[in-house]
């Protein structure tokens, strides 16, 4: 009889890619937060500003009559995100633990489908602000569904590069564009704040002949870091923070997308207790019912592993909503490459 001997297979190390999206360094929630909107639509009044000021009145006639600001509404329907993930029989039922052998992970697997959806979901939130701002419109055609939101942004907002192409060091001047964005807030009630652009700008602007004569006259030249360029960036316009962001996401051929391309630059300014755009999140019957419909993210698990013949798990995770943009004017944005 020949002797059973222990197998060396082991299994005790787990590697997850992760060249996808990263939902938790998302940073459009910073001017575009997802708000509450108790309704099946997309809403709000705009109150237009007091403009002129008070004329010269001569004794003994009658003041000068002037109008109260006009107050007009804008509306827009809202737009429906939604997907599920099923689970059949065999998925659930051969699970199996990573990192394990024989450890069964049917509750983890739905889990991890959770997970995966909400990461979409996020992607799609996160997908949804920078499109907005840098196109300034949504044009959505899929899976049968086709509609188009313009948001109307002043043809100011966007700034004209092209005799500023970033891609020439040696014609590009970075300061003299982003001074041009800054000084455009002028008489729009805000001022500029932030902006952002990714690592392949960002390295154009740090290149560029004029930025780096500009730091050696002001004795940063030390500054200059490839791995970190917002300080020296900063030196430009001092008043604006400036961020570098290169997240994005896989599409479905799984070619990496990115939030902000290269050469777009975006930047956007607010006035304080005010705010440039929000996320309109509608009511949907996945929160709170028939009776008491809420808006926000939702979640629901399916489980009929157990009730029907063919046992199977259906995760639907979603959000019905869209972004709005209260102050066009309070954008700005240039292609330089």
């Known amino acids: 009889m020949a002797l059973q001997f222990p197998t060396t297979q082991e299994l005790n190390f787990v590697i997850r890619n ?6 938790a360094n998302f940073i459009g929630n910073s001017f575009c937060p997802i708000v509450p909107v108790y309704a099946k639509d997309i809403e709000y009044d705009v109150l237009e500003p007091a403009f002129g000021m008070t004329q010269a009145h001569q004794i003994g006639t ?6 109260i600001p006009k107050m007009g509404t804008k509306r827009t329907g809202t737009a429906y995100w939604k997907e599920t ?13 990573a990192g394990t052998l024989n450890e069964r992970a049917g509750r983890d697997l739905v889990f991890q489908g959770g997970l995966q959806l909400d990461t979409r979901l996020d992607t799609r939130i996160e997908w949804l602000r920078w499109k907005s701002v840098i196109a300034g419109l949504l044009d959505i055609e899929e899976n049968n569904v086709k509609y188009m939101v313009d948001y109307k942004l002043p043809a100011k907002t966007d700034i004209s590069a092209a005799v500023n192409k970033w891609s020439d060091p040696t014609k590009s001047d970075p300061a003299a564009l982003l001074t041009e964005m800054v000084q455009g807030y002028r008489g729009t009630g805000a001022a500029a704040r932030k902006v952002f652009m990714n690592s392949f700008t960002a390295g154009q602007a740090v290149q560029s002949a004029k930025f780096i004569e500009l730091l050696k ?9 490839p791995l970190d360029p917002t300080p020296a960036l900063k030196l430009m316009i001092p008043k604006v923070e400036f961020v570098v962001y290169d997240e994005g ?18 930047m956007v300014g607010d006035y304080p207790g005010d705010k440039v755009m929000d996320f309109a999140s509608t009511i949907s019957l996945h929160n709170g019912g028939i009776e008491k419909p809420q808006p926000g993210k939702f979640s629901i ?3 009929e592993s157990q009730r029907k013949k063919n046992p199977h798990v259906d995760i639907t995770v979603g959000i019905y909503g869209l972004p709005r943009i209260f102050h066009p004017d309070w954008i700005r944005r240039a292609k330089v490459s």
């Open 18 to 23: 992760r060249s996808g999206a990263n939902a």
């Open 62 to 67: 009658d003041p000068r009559t002037v109008q």
């Open 85 to 97: 993930l099923p689970l059949s029989e065999e998925k659930l039922l051969y699970a199996r633990l």
């Open 217 to 225: 006259q002001s004795n940063f030249v030390g500054m200059l870091s």
């Open 249 to 266: 996401y896989l599409d479905e051929d799984k070619n990496f997308q990115m939030f902000i391309p290269d050469g777009e630059i975006v």
């Open 301 to 303: 698990v399916e489980d």
